[in-house]
């Protein structure tokens, strides 16, 4: 098992770059695929960003490419999602997720592990 915990949500301006961390303690980090999933007011849970074990490949949705970057450090059994060019349609829950397949999956249904989620509210 795998707990995950997200940090660095809160209230932003458009245009701002935050960073948010996933921190991972039980399992070994590097034997999950990570991502990142957002759900919006009224919205279902949708994918925005994953990355394989060891980071040599990502994968964002269109609605973020160019504009978010996933990564994770190993060593410090974290993965981030650096955010850039935020709009207000940005603002969303944001869970980090993980599951012990070095292959990408876009349904949240294929991930096996969640963090609690932090908020990221975009003001105009």
């Known amino acids: 098992q795998v707990q995950l915990v997200e940090s660095g949500g809160g209230l932003v301006h458009a245009g701002d770059s935050p960073r948010l961390s996933c921190a991972a303690s039980?399992?070994?980090?590097?034997?999950?695929?990570m991502g990142w999933f957002r759900q919006g007011p009224g919205k279902g849970r949708d994918f925005v960003a994953a990355i394989s074990f060891v980071g040599t490949r990502t994968y964002y949705a269109d609605s973020v490419k160019g504009r978010f970057t996933i990564s994770r450090d190993n060593a410090k059994n974290t993965a981030y999602l650096q955010m850039s060019s935020l709009k207000p349609e940005d603002t969303a829950v944001y869970y980090c997720?993980?599951?012990?397949?070095?292959?990408?999956?876009?349904?949240?249904?294929?991930?096996?592990?969640w963090g609690q989620g932090t908020q990221v509210t975009v003001s105009s």
């Open positions: 997720a993980a599951r012990p397949y070095n292959s990408n999956s876009f349904d949240a249904t294929q991930y096996n592990y």
């Open positions: 039980g399992r070994t980090f590097s034997n999950f695929f």
